[in-house]
Nanobody, 115 residues
Framework: QVQLVESGGGLVQPGGSLRLSCAAS????????MGWYRQAPGLQRELVAT???????NYAEAVKGRFTISRDFAKNTVELQMNSLKPEDTAVYYC?????????WGQGTQVTVSS
C-alpha cells in the first residue's frame, strides 16, 4: 500500500499561483509514473500533468505553459507549480502514482480560483 497526502491547496485570485505537494509513503524513485488529476463539480476527473520514472512530463492542453510538474527526491514528493491560475482551474486536485503495477490516489486538495 502506498499512502499519498496532498497539500498546498487553497483560495487564490485569478492570475495568482499555488504550489501543490504530494508526499508518498514509498520511495518515489521506484515509481513508474506519477501525476496530478483534477475534478470539478459535476465533471469527470481529468488528467492535469504526469511525470514518468525517467522524468518525461506530459500536460493537458488547458494547463500547458502555466503548470509544471516535478519531483523532489529529498522530500519524497511530487509537486505541481500552478501559475496564472484561472477560475476554470477550480477543482479538487488528486495525486496519483503507479507503483508495482498498482494505482494509488491521494485524498485530494481543493483549489479555488476566485476574486
Amino acid at each position: 500500500q502506498v499512502q499519498l497526502v496532498e497539500s498546498g491547496g487553497g483560495l487564490v485570485q485569478p492570475g495568482g499561483s499555488l504550489r501543490l505537494s504530494c508526499a508518498a509513503s514509498e520511495n518515489i524513485f521506484s515509481m513508474n509514473h506519477m501525476g496530478w488529476y483534477r475534478q470539478a463539480p459535476g465533471l469527470q476527473r481529468e488528467l492535469v500533468a504526469t511525470i514518468t520514472g525517467g522524468g518525461t512530463t506530459n500536460y493537458a492542453e488547458a494547463v500547458k505553459g502555466r503548470f509544471t510538474i516535478s519531483r523532489d527526491f529529498a522530500k519524497n514528493t511530487v509537486e505541481l507549480q500552478m501559475n496564472s491560475l484561472k477560475p476554470e482551474d477550480t477543482a479538487v486536485y488528486y495525486c496519483n502514482v503507479n507503483f508495482l503495477a498498482r494505482l494509488y490516489w491521494g485524498q485530494g486538495t481543493q483549489v479555488t480560483v476566485s476574486s
